[in-house]
C-alpha cells in the first residue's frame, strides 16, 4: 500500500495511484486533499477523473481546500473543480462558498468557470432564479459564452422552476 501521494512531476505515477485509490488499496487522510485537487488543474493528466469521483467522500472538509482554488485566480482550476463537483454536493455545502460563486459567476471569462458557478447558484436555489436568468442572458447577448453551457443553465432552471 502506498504510504505517500506521487510527486508533482510524475503523470503516470499519479495515473497509477489514481487506480489506487479507485481500488481502495491506499489510504487517504484530510491533510492530503489539497494535493489531491491539484490533479485537477487538468483534467487531461491520468487519474484526474479517478480523483474527481474519489474526492466528494472528504465531505465538507473540502470547504476549504475548494475556496482556496476558487480563489486562486486560476481560472482553468475553478472550471475544472466546478464542473467536476456541481452535481456531486447539496445546497448546505455550496452556500458555505457562496460569496466565491456570486464572484466568479459575476463576470465572463475565457475558462467559462462562470457558467459552472451560474448552474450550480441555479441547481441549488442559493440566489433567486430571476438573477440567474438575467446574467445568461447576459452572457448570451455578450457572444462569448457558449450555447451549450447557456442551455445547460436554462435547462436547471426549468427543472427547478418551470
Known amino acids: 500500500m502506498p504510504s505517500r501521494l506521487p510527486a508533482q512531476s510524475s503523470k503516470f505515477e499519479w495515473g497509477d495511484f489514481a487506480l489506487a485509490i479507485k481500488s481502495d488499496e ?4 484530510v491533510a492530503d486533499i489539497p494535493e489531491l485537487l ?6 487531461n493528466w491520468p487519474g484526474s477523473y479517478i480523483i474527481a469521483d474519489f ?21 482553468i482550476w475553478t472550471y475544472w473543480v466546478l464542473s467536476s463537483f456541481k452535481d456531486k454536493f447539496d445546497e448546505t455545502f455550496w452556500n458555505m462558498l457562496k460569496s466565491e460563486l456570486l464572484a466568479i459567476s459575476s463576470s465572463w471569462n475565457e475558462e467559462h468557470s ?4 451560474l448552474y450550480i447558484l441555479a441547481r441549488t436555489k442559493l ?5 440567474i436568468r438575467l446574467k445568461v442572458r ?17 435547462a436547471m432552471l426549468s427543472k427547478i422552476e418551470p
Open 26 to 29: 491506499v489510504t487517504l487522510t
Open 38 to 43: 491539484e490533479r485537477l488543474q487538468d483534467m
Open 55 to 75: 474526492l466528494p467522500a472528504f465531505g465538507t472538509d473540502l470547504i476549504e481546500p475548494i475556496r482556496g482554488v476558487l480563489t486562486s485566480g486560476d481560472n
Open 114 to 117: 462562470h457558467m459552472q458557478a
Open 127 to 131: 440566489i433567486p432564479t430571476e438573477v
Open 138 to 154: 447576459e452572457f448570451r447577448l455578450d457572444g462569448r459564452s457558449q450555447t451549450d453551457e447557456c442551455d445547460e443553465v436554462d
